[in-house]
Protein backbone atom coordinates (compact mmCIF):
# COMPACT_ATOMS: atom_id res chain seq x y z
CA UNK A 1 0.00 0.00 0.00
CA UNK A 2 3.11 2.23 0.88
CA UNK A 3 4.13 1.66 -2.64
CA UNK A 4 0.75 2.60 -4.29
CA UNK A 5 0.62 5.55 -2.29
CA UNK A 6 3.64 6.58 -3.44
CA UNK A 7 3.02 6.31 -6.91
CA UNK A 8 -0.06 7.99 -6.58
CA UNK A 9 1.61 10.88 -4.82
CA UNK A 10 4.28 11.13 -7.60
CA UNK A 11 2.09 11.17 -10.56
CA UNK A 12 -0.36 13.91 -8.97
CA UNK A 13 2.54 15.95 -8.27
CA UNK A 14 4.02 15.23 -11.77
CA UNK A 15 0.44 16.49 -13.21
CA UNK A 16 0.13 19.75 -11.07
CA UNK A 17 3.97 20.77 -13.03
CA UNK A 18 2.25 19.80 -16.54
CA UNK A 19 -0.90 21.62 -15.97
CA UNK A 20 1.01 24.82 -14.57
CA UNK A 21 2.97 24.71 -18.05
CA UNK A 22 0.02 23.98 -20.37
CA UNK A 23 -1.39 26.76 -18.31
CA UNK A 24 1.11 29.34 -18.81
CA UNK A 25 1.92 28.48 -22.46
CA UNK A 26 -2.19 28.76 -23.03
CA UNK A 27 -2.01 32.24 -21.13
CA UNK A 28 1.02 33.58 -22.89
CA UNK A 29 -0.57 32.16 -26.37
CA UNK A 30 2.35 29.70 -27.28
CA UNK A 31 0.13 27.57 -29.42
CA UNK A 32 1.16 24.42 -27.51
CA UNK A 33 -1.75 22.97 -26.99
CA UNK A 34 -2.18 19.68 -25.07
CA UNK A 35 1.36 18.96 -26.52
CA UNK A 36 3.47 19.05 -22.54
CA UNK A 37 0.98 16.55 -21.45
CA UNK A 38 1.61 14.39 -24.42
CA UNK A 39 4.93 14.90 -24.05
CA UNK A 40 5.54 14.04 -20.18
CA UNK A 41 2.95 10.92 -20.97
CA UNK A 42 4.86 9.44 -23.57
CA UNK A 43 8.18 9.98 -21.52
CA UNK A 44 6.43 8.32 -18.35
CA UNK A 45 5.55 4.94 -20.88
CA UNK A 46 9.05 5.28 -22.45
CA UNK A 47 10.50 5.15 -19.27
CA UNK A 48 9.26 2.84 -17.29
CA UNK A 49 9.37 0.42 -20.50
CA UNK A 50 13.18 1.28 -20.35
CA UNK A 51 13.36 0.40 -16.49
CA UNK A 52 12.17 -3.13 -17.02
CA UNK A 53 14.52 -3.42 -20.12
CA UNK A 54 17.56 -2.09 -18.33
CA UNK A 55 16.46 -5.01 -15.60
CA UNK A 56 17.61 -7.88 -18.02
CA UNK A 57 20.13 -5.90 -20.03
CA UNK A 58 22.20 -5.18 -16.86
CA UNK A 59 21.58 -9.29 -15.82
CA UNK A 60 22.56 -10.35 -19.81
CA UNK A 61 25.53 -7.79 -21.01
CA UNK A 62 25.62 -9.06 -25.10
CA UNK A 63 21.67 -7.81 -24.87
CA UNK A 64 22.85 -3.99 -24.81
CA UNK A 65 24.15 -4.58 -28.43
CA UNK A 66 20.39 -4.74 -29.34
CA UNK A 67 19.38 -2.17 -26.86
CA UNK A 68 22.33 0.09 -28.69
CA UNK A 69 20.48 -0.66 -31.87
CA UNK A 70 16.96 0.60 -30.58
CA UNK A 71 18.01 3.87 -29.46
CA UNK A 72 20.30 4.66 -32.40
CA UNK A 73 17.55 4.08 -34.38
CA UNK A 74 14.76 6.22 -32.70
CA UNK A 75 17.32 8.77 -32.05
CA UNK A 76 17.53 8.63 -36.28
CA UNK A 77 13.92 8.22 -37.02
CA UNK A 78 13.07 11.55 -34.76
CA UNK A 79 15.63 13.52 -36.82
CA UNK A 80 14.69 12.32 -40.21
CA UNK A 81 10.84 13.92 -39.26
CA UNK A 82 12.27 16.85 -38.00
CA UNK A 83 14.57 17.40 -41.33
CA UNK A 84 11.97 15.76 -44.39
CA UNK A 85 11.82 19.55 -45.81
CA UNK A 86 15.63 19.44 -46.66
CA UNK A 87 17.42 17.92 -49.64
CA UNK A 88 18.32 14.70 -48.69
CA UNK A 89 17.26 15.39 -44.92
CA UNK A 90 16.81 11.77 -44.03
CA UNK A 91 20.09 10.86 -45.29
CA UNK A 92 21.78 13.60 -43.72
CA UNK A 93 19.79 13.44 -39.89
CA UNK A 94 20.61 9.31 -40.09
CA UNK A 95 24.62 9.59 -41.22
CA UNK A 96 24.89 12.52 -38.54
CA UNK A 97 23.36 10.87 -35.92
CA UNK A 98 25.38 7.57 -36.54
CA UNK A 99 29.07 8.90 -37.32
CA UNK A 100 28.59 11.43 -34.35
CA UNK A 101 27.40 8.69 -31.75
CA UNK A 102 29.46 6.25 -33.16
CA UNK A 103 33.07 8.22 -33.24
CA UNK A 104 32.59 9.53 -29.81
CA UNK A 105 31.93 6.44 -27.98
CA UNK A 106 34.58 4.53 -29.85
CA UNK A 107 36.95 6.85 -28.92
CA UNK A 108 35.76 7.08 -25.04
CA UNK A 109 36.06 3.82 -24.25
CA UNK A 110 39.01 3.40 -26.61
CA UNK A 111 40.55 6.06 -24.60
CA UNK A 112 39.44 4.28 -21.19
CA UNK A 113 38.16 7.56 -19.87
CA UNK A 114 35.30 5.44 -18.53
CA UNK A 115 35.52 1.57 -17.90
CA UNK A 116 34.11 -0.75 -20.43
CA UNK A 117 31.28 -1.77 -18.02
CA UNK A 118 27.30 -2.57 -19.80
CA UNK A 119 26.20 0.06 -16.86
CA UNK A 120 28.47 2.92 -18.21
CA UNK A 121 27.66 1.79 -22.12
CA UNK A 122 24.26 1.97 -21.77
CA UNK A 123 24.71 5.63 -19.42
CA UNK A 124 27.33 7.52 -22.14
CA UNK A 125 25.46 6.46 -25.27
CA UNK A 126 22.22 7.48 -23.94
CA UNK A 127 23.45 10.72 -23.43
CA UNK A 128 25.75 10.85 -26.23
CA UNK A 129 23.15 9.30 -28.92
CA UNK A 130 20.17 12.03 -27.23
CA UNK A 131 22.25 15.03 -27.73
CA UNK A 132 23.36 13.74 -31.41
CA UNK A 133 19.74 13.60 -32.08
CA UNK A 134 19.54 17.00 -31.12
CA UNK A 135 22.18 18.55 -32.75
CA UNK A 136 20.85 17.09 -36.02
CA UNK A 137 17.70 18.70 -35.76
CA UNK A 138 19.09 22.14 -34.89
CA UNK A 139 21.53 21.47 -37.52
CA UNK A 140 19.21 21.04 -39.95
CA UNK A 141 16.76 23.55 -39.47
CA UNK A 142 19.26 26.33 -38.77
CA UNK A 143 20.54 25.19 -42.47
CA UNK A 144 17.21 25.34 -43.99
CA UNK A 145 16.45 28.80 -42.33
CA UNK A 146 19.99 30.41 -43.24
CA UNK A 147 19.68 28.58 -47.19
CA UNK A 148 15.64 30.35 -47.48
CA UNK A 149 16.82 33.36 -46.35
CA UNK A 150 20.27 33.75 -48.72
CA UNK A 151 18.68 32.69 -51.35
CA UNK A 152 20.16 35.09 -53.35
CA UNK A 153 23.65 34.84 -52.23
CA UNK A 154 23.42 31.11 -53.13
CA UNK A 155 22.34 32.07 -56.53
CA UNK A 156 25.29 34.66 -57.19
CA UNK A 157 27.58 32.16 -56.14
CA UNK A 158 25.90 28.85 -58.56
CA UNK A 159 26.04 31.92 -61.33
CA UNK A 160 29.62 32.17 -60.64
CA UNK A 161 30.39 28.52 -61.67
CA UNK A 162 30.76 27.79 -57.99
CA UNK A 163 29.58 23.97 -57.04
CA UNK A 164 26.70 23.69 -54.33
CA UNK A 165 28.95 22.82 -51.65
CA UNK A 166 30.62 25.76 -52.03
CA UNK A 167 27.90 28.03 -52.31
CA UNK A 168 26.15 26.71 -49.16
CA UNK A 169 29.47 26.56 -47.15
CA UNK A 170 29.00 29.68 -44.75
CA UNK A 171 25.68 28.90 -44.42
CA UNK A 172 26.81 25.41 -43.03
CA UNK A 173 29.39 26.88 -40.74
CA UNK A 174 26.73 29.76 -39.33
CA UNK A 175 24.29 26.48 -39.21
CA UNK A 176 26.86 24.15 -36.69
CA UNK A 177 28.12 27.49 -34.93
CA UNK A 178 24.43 28.25 -33.84
CA UNK A 179 23.51 24.56 -32.93
CA UNK A 180 26.59 24.10 -30.82
CA UNK A 181 26.51 27.50 -28.69
CA UNK A 182 23.65 26.80 -26.26
CA UNK A 183 25.64 23.46 -25.35
CA UNK A 184 28.59 24.95 -25.04
CA UNK A 185 27.71 27.76 -22.96
CA UNK A 186 26.01 25.20 -20.96
CA UNK A 187 29.36 23.34 -20.30
CA UNK A 188 31.43 26.50 -19.69
CA UNK A 189 29.02 27.33 -16.65
CA UNK A 190 28.86 23.70 -15.60
CA UNK A 191 29.20 23.20 -11.22
CA UNK A 192 28.59 27.33 -11.14
CA UNK A 193 25.17 27.83 -12.63
CA UNK A 194 24.07 24.15 -13.40
CA UNK A 195 24.81 20.65 -11.79
CA UNK A 196 24.36 18.23 -14.52
CA UNK A 197 22.23 15.07 -14.43
CA UNK A 198 25.57 12.87 -15.04
CA UNK A 199 26.62 14.63 -11.90
CA UNK A 200 23.86 13.91 -9.57
CA UNK A 201 23.20 10.69 -11.24
CA UNK A 202 26.74 9.60 -10.35
CA UNK A 203 26.48 11.17 -7.21
CA UNK A 204 22.90 9.11 -5.94
CA UNK A 205 24.39 5.86 -7.28
CA UNK A 206 27.14 6.21 -4.86
CA UNK A 207 30.30 7.35 -6.32
CA UNK A 208 32.42 10.26 -4.24
CA UNK A 209 32.46 13.74 -5.38
CA UNK A 210 35.67 13.76 -7.88
CA UNK A 211 34.38 10.27 -9.34
CA UNK A 212 31.48 12.05 -10.23
CA UNK A 213 32.82 14.90 -11.79
CA UNK A 214 35.33 12.75 -13.93
CA UNK A 215 32.16 11.26 -15.12
CA UNK A 216 30.36 14.27 -16.08
CA UNK A 217 33.26 15.57 -17.47
CA UNK A 218 33.41 12.43 -19.60
CA UNK A 219 30.18 13.09 -20.69
CA UNK A 220 30.40 17.04 -21.40
CA UNK A 221 33.54 16.16 -23.89
CA UNK A 222 31.55 13.54 -25.72
CA UNK A 223 28.63 15.41 -26.07
CA UNK A 224 30.43 18.16 -27.41
CA UNK A 225 32.31 15.63 -30.15
CA UNK A 226 28.98 14.20 -30.81
CA UNK A 227 27.26 17.35 -31.59
CA UNK A 228 30.16 18.72 -33.60
CA UNK A 229 30.12 15.79 -35.90
CA UNK A 230 26.58 15.80 -36.17
CA UNK A 231 26.20 18.88 -36.88
CA UNK A 232 29.13 19.23 -39.80
CA UNK A 233 27.41 15.45 -41.30
CA UNK A 234 24.51 17.16 -41.23
CA UNK A 235 25.00 20.49 -43.20
CA UNK A 236 28.20 18.81 -45.48
CA UNK A 237 25.56 16.31 -46.79
CA UNK A 238 22.16 19.09 -47.23
CA UNK A 239 24.59 21.86 -48.69
CA UNK A 240 25.38 19.51 -51.79
CA UNK A 241 21.50 20.47 -53.11
CA UNK A 242 21.72 21.68 -56.62
CA UNK A 243 18.59 23.48 -55.82
CA UNK A 244 18.14 27.18 -55.37
CA UNK A 245 15.61 26.58 -52.60
CA UNK A 246 15.75 23.58 -50.26
CA UNK A 247 12.80 21.67 -51.65
CA UNK A 248 11.55 17.82 -50.19
CA UNK A 249 12.20 14.43 -51.31
Same mark, same amino acid.
Do not use: D, E, K, N
Given at each position: MGDVGH =? %? !? &?GLGLFVVVALTIGLARWAGVGLGLFPLWALARA????SAVALLLRGILAVPWTVALFLVLMLTTASWTAVRRLAA %???GRRAAVAGVLAGSALTLVLVFALRLVDLEVRYLVAVAGIVIGNAMSAATLAGRNFLRGATARRDEIEAWLSLGATPARAHEEIGREAVRESLLPTLDQTKSTGLVTLPGAFVGAL &? #? #?AGPAGAAEFQLVVLAGIGLGMTVTSIVVTRVA !???P =???VVRT
Open positions: =Y %L !G &FVAQL %LWH &F #G #G !GRT =YLM
